[in-house]
């Protein structure tokens, strides 16, 4: 006998899990809605080539590929290594983000949208990743993004989502933290390794996981002479408010083009609607994100410091990225939420409403078949009039009934027996507080539950 079992990094989720993520979506597609975004879902698996090479080095390695039907050993025996191996024998895979599906979305209905198309997308995503507290192999990811504007107020509105969304779920603590790809750029640049811009944002990227240390040592290790690296480790400890941080930027690139129009743009991001944020975004220099396609601003959303957590959220602009797809020019920007791990930081700080954990509300009690079709009209009633009801599945002891009850955390139980069926009333047991009260049935449609 087979024992049963799931595959590492993937996860189950019950009734009770379920109606909180149910929670945690609601948030934020209320808030997409209402910031105007349009709904899009895209297939669950994509042609290989269009995810490969666009998450860079290491993304590329996370891919899940879908193996092919067919021929397949005939077809392994012509490859001459591994990545001939996988081109052979793999032509899809499932989705590593929604963006990009999003580009090859875009560029196939281009001649369809209105643009700018202001897309939101809540769909699972997947990552040949190694499991641990906070990071899953399969994981939902909920996406906002406009393309076909270049306009830096779309970033402003993107911050203001995240904003909006982590206010709603009463979240404190959580720091939203900005940077600029063309800063970045520019710090290549003034080392003299424009060409090396990939390795050193890879490296940055990893500077909360490893250390300062251990980035210098990959950074020597991808050809970095110990100058160029001391150059990137005073960048890295550029401190200060963001004022003090803008000025800093300013002296470091005053001769570097690309610097200075990095410069203005977090600028204007952080002074345009500054009283608009309850949280005010964080100028934070070693925010680097390892994707390639980003090429101005560049979010995260870090979790408060009480949960030992990292991002919950994510994104930035991409002035080409469907330029990838044969269509130069759109300009793009995005953010993502981490469902999984909003959930994580969610329950451990206990911010669940009760609401956002509550499903059937009362149970009718089956205990005599001879009250059964009346008991079934009082259901229909309560839920006529929305609330969530059922009745017990067959005639049974009313301990057994009690038990359901308590195990469901159902708030209130129905009674109605032979005598009550006479006297024209029910009984109501609140579950919580432990009173019972009788009232008439034809009072029961109108009773506060």
Not at 282 to 310: H, S
Not at 372 to 384: D, E, I, N, S, V
Not at 397 to 414: E, G, L, T
Request: hydrophobic residues 40%; negative net charge; glycine residues 8%.
């Amino acid at each position: 006998m087979i024992k049963p079992s799931i595959p590492k990094g993937t996860r189950d989720f019950g009734p009770v899990v379920v109606r909180k993520r149910q929670y945690i979506f609601q948030t934020i597609r209320e808030t997409f809605e209402l910031f105007g975004f349009q709904p899009l879902e895209t297939p669950t698996m994509e042609n290989l080539d269009t995810l490969t090479g666009k998450y860079g080095e290491e993304g590329d390695k996370l891919i899940f590929k879908i193996l092919d039907n067919g021929d397949i050993l005939g077809r392994a025996q012509q490859a001459k290594d591994s990545r001939e191996l996988s081109i052979l024998l793999c032509e899809k895979a499932l989705r590593y983000d929604l963006t990009i599906p999003f580009a090859r979305y875009v560029v196939m209905n281009q001649h369809e949208l209105a643009l700018p198309f202001k897309r939101y997308q809540m769909q699972p995503v997947w990552r040949a990743d190694r499991p641990q507290k906070g990071r899953y192999r399969e994981f939902y990811q909920c996406d906002a993004d406009v393309v076909g504007s270049n306009s830096l107020l779309n970033e402003i509105e993107l911050l203001l989502i995240y904003d909006t969304v982590f206010t709603n779920l009463k979240l404190e603590g959580y720091e939203v933290r900005i940077n600029n790809r063309k800063i970045l750029s520019a710090l290549a640049e003034v080392i003299g390794q424009p060409a090396l811009l990939t390795d050193i944002t890879v490296a940055i990227d990893k500077l909360d996981k490893i250390g300062i240390d251990k980035v210098k040592e990959e950074l020597q290790e991808r050809g970095l002479a110990a100058s160029e690296i001391g150059i990137i480790e005073n960048f890295l400890s550029i401190e200060g408010n963001n004022e003090e941080k803008l000025t800093q930027l300013s002296t470091l690139f005053k001769d570097s083009p690309t610097g200075l129009k990095g410069i203005e743009e977090l600028s204007y991001v952080l002074h345009t609607q500054p009283d608009a944020f309850k949280t005010t975004p964080i100028l934070d220099v070693t925010l680097a994100r390892g994707l390639n396609y980003y090429t101005g601003m560049i979010v995260e959303v870090k979790a408060p410091a009480a949960v030992k957590m990292g991002s919950i959220g994510g994104g930035g602009r991409y002035d080409d990225l469907t330029g990838l797809f044969g269509l130069p020019g759109l300009s793009g920007v995005g953010i993502s939420f981490g469902v999984d791990r909003i959930y994580d930081v969610l329950e451990e700080l206990q911010l669940f409403p009760a609401a956002a954990q509550q499903g059937t509300q009362v149970l009718f009690f089956n205990l005599d078949p001879n009250v059964t079709g009346t008991l079934f009209k009082l259901l229909m009633q309560l839920r006529a009039k929305g609330v969530s009801s059922e009745l017990f599945h067959e005639p049974s002891k009313m301990d057994k009934q009690m038990k359901y009850a308590n195990k469901r955390n159902i708030p209130y139980v129905i009674i109605m027996g032979e005598s009550e069926m006479q006297e024209q009333v029910v009984s109501i047991k609140n579950m919580v507080t432990g009173t019972q009260e009788k009232i008439a049935m034809k009072d029961l449609v109108n009773y506060n539950f």
